[in-house]
C-alpha cells in the first residue's frame, strides 16, 4: 500500500511481459536488470541485451518524424552517413528516390550529387555518402523520385553540421 496525500492508494503492479510462455520483467536503462523464468533464465539477459542495443541506436541515430533517418549523428568528417527515407515520395510509390545531397552553407549548397538511393530490406530507401576528412560545414540535402517529384521538407531541406572528430578542450 502506498498512502498519498493521507489517503491510501493501492500500489500499482510493475509491468510484466509474457514472451512465447516465458515470464519475463525488465526494468533499467541501458545495462538493465531482468529476471527470466526459471525454464531458461538467459532469455532475460538475451531480451535485456536487444533492448539496450535499441536504446543505444537511438542515441546515435536521428529519426525525424518526416521520414528521414541519419546515422549516425553527430556526423564526422572522414566518416560515411547513411540517409533512410520513408517520407512523401516512397509513401507514393516511387519506382526510384535520389538522394540530393551537396556541402556548405544551407543557402549555398557546392559539390552537388544526385545518389541513387536503394530499397533496403526493412521498405526503405537508402543511400551512403562520404564525408571528406576536410569538410566540415554542413551536408544538406532533400529527395526526388524519377518523375521529378521533390520532397524538400517544405522548402527548408535537410541540413546538419558535420564535426571535425575533436573533442573540445576547456581551460
Known amino acids: 500500500m502506498v498512502?498519498?496525500?493521507?489517503?491510501?492508494?493501492?500500489k500499482e503492479e510493475?509491468?510484466?511481459q509474457t514472451i512465447r510462455g516465458q515470464d519475463i520483467e525488465i526494468a533499467g536503462d541501458v545495462g538493465g536488470t531482468a529476471r527470466g523464468s526459471e525454464?531458461?533464465?538467459?532469455?532475460a539477459e538475451e531480451i535485456v541485451t536487444a533492448a539496450a542495443q535499441k536504446r543505444l541506436?537511438?542515441?546515435t541515430e536521428y529519426r525525424g518524424d518526416d521520414g528521414v533517418y541519419v546515422s549516425p549523428t553527430p556526423i564526422t568528417a572522414g566518416s560515411e552517413v547513411t540517409v533512410?527515407?520513408?517520407?512523401l515520395l516512397a509513401r507514393s510509390g516511387a519506382d526510384a528516390v535520389y538522394l540530393h545531397?551537396?556541402?556548405g552553407p544551407n543557402d549555398s549548397w557546392r559539390e552537388i550529387h544526385d545518389i541513387p538511393m536503394t530499397m533496403a530490406r526493412d521498405n526503405m530507401w537508402t543511400a551512403t555518402v562520404p564525408?571528406?576528412?576536410?569538410e566540415t560545414s554542413r551536408i544538406n540535402f532533400c529527395f526526388r523520385d524519377s518523375a521529378n517529384n521533390?520532397?524538400?521538407?517544405?522548402?527548408?531541406?535537410?541540413?546538419?553540421e558535420i564535426h571535425n572528430g575533436e573533442i573540445p578542450s576547456f581551460p
Do not use: C, L
Not at 525454464?39 to 532469455?43: A, E, Q
Open 101 to 103: 545531397a551537396g556541402f
Open 150 to 160: 521533390w520532397d524538400n521538407n517544405n522548402g527548408a531541406n535537410w541540413s546538419y
Open 3 to 10: 498512502f498519498w496525500f493521507g489517503r491510501r492508494k493501492e
Open 39 to 43: 525454464t531458461n533464465p538467459s532469455r
Open 131 to 134: 564525408i571528406k576528412v576536410e
Open 84 to 87: 533512410k527515407y520513408d517520407g
Open 57 to 59: 541506436q537511438k542515441r
Open 14 to 16: 510493475k509491468p510484466r
